[in-house]
C-alpha cells in the first residue's frame, strides 16, 4: 500500500491539515480539506507531485464531520464521480440543512447566557461555510471493511472528538490513520454534541474519547497517521501521557469548582479564563466533556436548577 501525504493550508488554529492518498484500486483519498481556494490548490498541485489529480480519485473517507476535514469532498466527488463515506453517528452533521434545537439546548442546560448561544450558532454556521454540504454519502459502521483490489483497511469507531470519528487500521502492519483521534502534539478537543442515540442528552465524549484510545492500544499501533502534524511512532507513550493529561485536568477543575457548585458554562471561565471568541466554546465542551466523566466516576454530583445543570462536590 502506497501512502502520499498531502498538506493543506487551513483558515483555523490547528493549523495544516493532512489528507492521505492511497494508491490503489480505488484511488482513495482520506479527508478533504477545507473549502478555500489555498486547499484546493495545494491538493491539486500535491496530486499532480505523485503523477494524479482530481479526477483520478474514486473514493473519499471522512475521518469525521469537521470542516477541515471534508470541506473539499463534494467538489472531488463532482470532478471525480467518487463516492464519499462517512460513520453514521457523523452523517447528519456534514448535510446542508443542520438542526440546532437539540445544541440549543445543550447549552441552556451548560448555563451559556441566550445572547451568547446566538453568537456561537452563527460562528458555527461561519465555519460550516468552509464545507460544501454532503446530502449523499455512504455510511459507515465499526468493523466494515475499505476493500482494494490486493487488501483492506478496517474501521475502527473511535468516538469523542465527535460521536463519529473512525480511525483505518492496516492490520497487515497495524499502521493507523487516525485523524484528529491521535495527534502527535495537539490534544483533541471533546467537542460538545448531543448524543447520536439520543439528542435530548450531551454526548458522554470524554469517557467515549479514553475507551477508543484504549480500544487503539489494545491493536498496539507501529505507525499513526494524524489529521495535523507528524505521525506517531510510540503510542505507549502517547497514551500515558494523554491519558496523565486528563488526570491532571480532571483535578484542577474539581480544585477551581465553587463549593456551592456551577454551571458548566462558569466553571469553563474558572478553567480557561484567557478563553476568548471561538475558544469559548471549545473550552465549554472541554470543561463539560470533563464534568460529565468526573460524575460518571463519581467524584462530582449533578443537581437540576430549572434548565439548568449545577455541578457539585461531595
Known amino acids: 500500500m502506497k501512502i502520499h501525504r498531502i498538506s493543506l493550508p487551513t483558515p483555523f488554529y490547528v493549523g495544516p491539515v493532512n489528507v492521505y492518498l492511497i494508491e490503489g484500486e480505488p484511488l482513495t483519498l482520506v479527508d478533504a480539506g477545507p473549502r478555500t481556494d489555498e486547499a484546493i490548490e495545494e491538493l491539486r498541485a500535491g496530486l499532480a507531485r505523485v503523477g494524479r489529480k482530481i479526477s483520478d480519485i474514486k473514493r473519499v473517507i471522512i475521518t469525521h464531520a469537521h470542516a477541515d476535514h471534508y470541506g473539499l469532498a463534494r467538489l472531488i466527488v463532482e470532478e471525480s464521480g467518487a463516492t464519499p463515506h462517512i460513520h453514521s453517528w457523523d452523517a447528519p452533521s456534514v448535510a446542508s440543512s443542520m438542526d440546532y434545537a437539540a445544541y440549543r439546548k445543550l447549552l441552556v442546560a451548560a448555563g451559556v447566557p441566550g445572547p451568547v448561544i446566538g453568537r456561537m450558532e452563527a460562528g458555527y454556521e461561519t465555519f460550516r461555510g468552509f464545507a460544501y454540504p454532503l446530502d449523499q454519502v455512504e455510511t459507515l459502521e465499526d468493523e466494515d471493511e475499505i476493500i482494494f483490489e490486493h487488501e483492506s483497511l478496517k474501521v475502527v469507531h473511535t468516538p469523542g472528538h465527535t460521536p463519529g470519528s473512525i480511525c483505518l487500521v492496516r492490520t497487515s502492519n497495524r499502521l493507523v490513520f487516525a485523524s484528529d483521534t491521535v495527534l502527535k502534539n495537539i490534544t483533541p478537543n471533546p467537542v460538545l454534541s448531543p448524543d447520536p442515540l439520543d439528542s435530548r442528552r450531551r454526548f458522554q ?29 510510540d503510542y505507549e507513550e502517547h497514551f500515558n501521557r494523554l491519558y496523565r493529561f486528563t488526570r491532571a485536568r480532571q483535578s484542577k477543575l474539581i480544585e477551581v469548582l465553587p463549593r456551592n457548585g456551577a454551571t458548566a458554562w462558569d466553571a469553563s471561565s474558572l478553567l480557561f479564563p484567557g478563553a476568548k471568541s471561538y475558544h469559548r466554546f471549545l473550552a465549554l465542551s472541554e470543561t463539560a466533556a470533563h464534568l460529565d466523566y468526573a460524575v460518571a466516576e463519581g467524584r462530582l454530583l449533578v443537581e437540576q436548577a430549572g434548565e439548568r445543570e449545577i455541578y457539585k462536590q461531595h
Not at 210 to 217: D, E, G, M, T
Request: charged letters at 15%.
Open 205 to 233: 465524549s470524554l469517557g467515549e474519547y479514553l475507551v477508543s484510545l484504549a480500544r487503539l492500544k489494545g491493536i498496539a499501533p507501529t505507525i499513526i497517521k494524524g489529521g495535523h502534524g507528524g505521525d506517531v511512532l
